[in-house]
Protein backbone atom coordinates (compact mmCIF):
# COMPACT_ATOMS: atom_id res chain seq x y z
CA UNK A 1 0.00 0.00 0.00
CA UNK A 2 1.27 3.58 -0.92
CA UNK A 3 1.97 6.11 1.12
CA UNK A 4 0.11 9.60 1.27
CA UNK A 5 4.15 10.43 0.97
CA UNK A 6 4.86 8.90 -2.14
CA UNK A 7 1.68 9.18 -3.80
CA UNK A 8 2.33 13.26 -3.82
CA UNK A 9 5.80 12.23 -5.17
CA UNK A 10 4.12 10.74 -8.29
CA UNK A 11 1.73 13.34 -8.27
CA UNK A 12 4.33 15.90 -8.49
CA UNK A 13 6.79 13.66 -11.06
CA UNK A 14 3.53 13.64 -13.17
CA UNK A 15 3.01 17.43 -13.46
CA UNK A 16 6.54 17.82 -13.73
CA UNK A 17 6.39 15.61 -17.36
CA UNK A 18 3.11 17.47 -17.94
CA UNK A 19 4.75 20.83 -17.98
CA UNK A 20 7.16 19.67 -20.12
CA UNK A 21 5.25 18.61 -23.18
CA UNK A 22 3.11 20.85 -25.42
CA UNK A 23 -0.52 20.37 -25.69
CA UNK A 24 -0.51 18.09 -28.65
CA UNK A 25 1.77 15.74 -27.10
CA UNK A 26 -0.52 15.62 -24.10
CA UNK A 27 -3.46 14.89 -26.29
CA UNK A 28 -1.23 12.61 -28.02
CA UNK A 29 -0.65 10.29 -25.15
CA UNK A 30 -4.00 10.77 -23.70
CA UNK A 31 -5.63 9.12 -26.67
CA UNK A 32 -3.30 6.45 -26.83
CA UNK A 33 -4.08 5.73 -23.44
CA UNK A 34 -7.73 5.47 -23.82
CA UNK A 35 -7.45 3.56 -27.09
CA UNK A 36 -4.77 0.19 -25.22
CA UNK A 37 -7.68 0.82 -22.12
CA UNK A 38 -10.92 0.84 -24.75
CA UNK A 39 -9.31 -1.98 -26.93
CA UNK A 40 -8.17 -4.31 -23.62
CA UNK A 41 -11.27 -3.58 -21.77
CA UNK A 42 -14.45 -6.35 -22.87
CA UNK A 43 -17.26 -4.16 -22.98
CA UNK A 44 -15.33 -1.12 -24.78
CA UNK A 45 -13.12 -3.02 -27.31
CA UNK A 46 -15.81 -2.68 -30.26
CA UNK A 47 -16.24 1.32 -29.85
CA UNK A 48 -14.05 3.20 -32.41
CA UNK A 49 -11.46 5.55 -30.46
CA UNK A 50 -13.03 8.76 -31.63
CA UNK A 51 -16.09 7.89 -30.28
CA UNK A 52 -18.19 10.67 -29.21
CA UNK A 53 -20.33 11.46 -26.22
CA UNK A 54 -23.89 11.21 -28.63
CA UNK A 55 -22.63 7.63 -29.62
CA UNK A 56 -22.46 6.76 -25.72
CA UNK A 57 -25.41 7.57 -24.55
CA UNK A 58 -26.98 5.76 -27.85
CA UNK A 59 -25.25 2.68 -26.83
CA UNK A 60 -26.31 3.19 -23.14
CA UNK A 61 -29.79 3.30 -24.46
CA UNK A 62 -29.53 0.29 -26.07
CA UNK A 63 -28.38 -1.49 -22.75
CA UNK A 64 -31.17 -0.71 -21.07
CA UNK A 65 -33.61 -1.51 -23.76
CA UNK A 66 -34.69 2.04 -24.71
CA UNK A 67 -33.23 1.94 -28.26
CA UNK A 68 -32.75 -0.34 -30.61
CA UNK A 69 -30.16 -1.35 -33.64
CA UNK A 70 -31.23 -1.48 -37.10
CA UNK A 71 -28.91 -2.06 -40.13
CA UNK A 72 -29.16 0.01 -43.47
CA UNK A 73 -27.78 -2.37 -46.07
CA UNK A 74 -25.89 -0.42 -49.21
CA UNK A 75 -25.36 -2.37 -51.95
CA UNK A 76 -21.89 -2.21 -52.33
CA UNK A 77 -21.34 -0.33 -49.62
CA UNK A 78 -20.66 -1.64 -45.57
CA UNK A 79 -23.87 -1.96 -43.87
CA UNK A 80 -24.10 1.29 -41.55
CA UNK A 81 -25.36 0.29 -37.93
CA UNK A 82 -28.39 3.02 -36.75
CA UNK A 83 -29.76 3.15 -33.23
CA UNK A 84 -32.99 4.86 -32.80
CA UNK A 85 -35.88 5.21 -30.06
CA UNK A 86 -38.25 1.91 -29.38
CA UNK A 87 -40.61 4.62 -30.92
CA UNK A 88 -39.02 6.07 -33.58
CA UNK A 89 -40.79 7.14 -36.64
CA UNK A 90 -39.57 6.83 -39.75
CA UNK A 91 -38.79 10.47 -40.37
CA UNK A 92 -36.47 9.95 -36.97
CA UNK A 93 -35.07 7.36 -38.65
CA UNK A 94 -33.99 9.01 -41.41
CA UNK A 95 -32.50 11.65 -39.67
CA UNK A 96 -30.74 9.10 -37.50
CA UNK A 97 -29.54 7.52 -40.86
CA UNK A 98 -28.28 10.90 -41.98
CA UNK A 99 -26.54 11.59 -38.63
CA UNK A 100 -24.58 8.85 -38.67
CA UNK A 101 -23.64 8.56 -42.19
CA UNK A 102 -22.25 12.20 -41.43
CA UNK A 103 -20.32 10.15 -38.83
CA UNK A 104 -19.49 7.24 -40.81
CA UNK A 105 -17.89 9.72 -43.32
CA UNK A 106 -15.71 12.10 -41.65
CA UNK A 107 -14.13 8.98 -39.26
CA UNK A 108 -13.35 7.98 -43.33
CA UNK A 109 -11.45 11.47 -44.00
CA UNK A 110 -14.69 11.65 -46.83
CA UNK A 111 -15.59 15.11 -47.69
CA UNK A 112 -18.32 14.68 -50.37
CA UNK A 113 -21.69 16.25 -49.68
CA UNK A 114 -24.60 14.42 -49.61
CA UNK A 115 -27.75 16.29 -51.14
CA UNK A 116 -30.07 14.02 -48.39
CA UNK A 117 -33.00 15.71 -50.50
CA UNK A 118 -32.41 14.03 -53.83
CA UNK A 119 -31.57 10.60 -51.77
CA UNK A 120 -34.96 10.63 -49.92
CA UNK A 121 -36.85 11.97 -53.32
CA UNK A 122 -34.78 8.94 -55.25
CA UNK A 123 -34.71 6.01 -52.65
CA UNK A 124 -37.03 4.83 -50.13
CA UNK A 125 -36.25 2.23 -47.09
CA UNK A 126 -37.56 -1.18 -47.42
CA UNK A 127 -38.33 -3.93 -45.02
CA UNK A 128 -39.22 -7.29 -45.76
CA UNK A 129 -40.88 -5.75 -48.63
CA UNK A 130 -42.35 -3.44 -46.88
CA UNK A 131 -41.78 0.41 -47.93
CA UNK A 132 -41.45 2.61 -45.25
CA UNK A 133 -43.69 5.38 -47.11
CA UNK A 134 -45.23 7.38 -44.40
CA UNK A 135 -42.93 9.83 -42.71
CA UNK A 136 -44.82 10.18 -39.93
CA UNK A 137 -45.42 6.51 -39.57
CA UNK A 138 -43.46 4.37 -36.49
CA UNK A 139 -41.35 2.28 -37.75
CA UNK A 140 -43.18 -0.48 -35.52
CA UNK A 141 -45.92 -0.01 -37.81
CA UNK A 142 -43.90 -2.00 -40.29
CA UNK A 143 -43.08 -4.27 -38.23
CA UNK A 144 -39.31 -3.18 -37.75
CA UNK A 145 -37.37 -4.28 -34.35
CA UNK A 146 -34.20 -4.80 -32.85
CA UNK A 147 -31.64 -5.97 -35.66
CA UNK A 148 -33.08 -5.87 -38.11
CA UNK A 149 -31.57 -4.81 -41.69
CA UNK A 150 -33.56 -2.35 -43.95
CA UNK A 151 -32.57 -1.65 -47.66
CA UNK A 152 -32.63 1.02 -49.92
CA UNK A 153 -34.56 0.42 -52.80
CA UNK A 154 -35.33 2.78 -55.69
CA UNK A 155 -38.33 4.61 -56.25
CA UNK A 156 -40.87 3.92 -59.47
CA UNK A 157 -41.60 7.21 -61.50
CA UNK A 158 -45.22 8.17 -61.29
CA UNK A 159 -46.41 9.93 -64.27
CA UNK A 160 -49.44 11.96 -64.04
Not at 60 to 69: D, F, K, L, R
Not at 101 to 117: A, D, H, L, N, V
Request: proline share 2%; charged share 30%; hydrophobic share 35%.
Amino acid sequence: METAESLEKDQDEQEDVASTLSHDELLEITQSSLATLMSTDELLKDLPNDIIIEEILSQIAVEHGQSITIFISRETEPTLKVIVPQNATVKSLKKAIQRHFEIYMKRSGIKTKISWRYIWKTYILNYDSLLLDNDNALIQDYGVTNKVTLSFKKKRCQKV
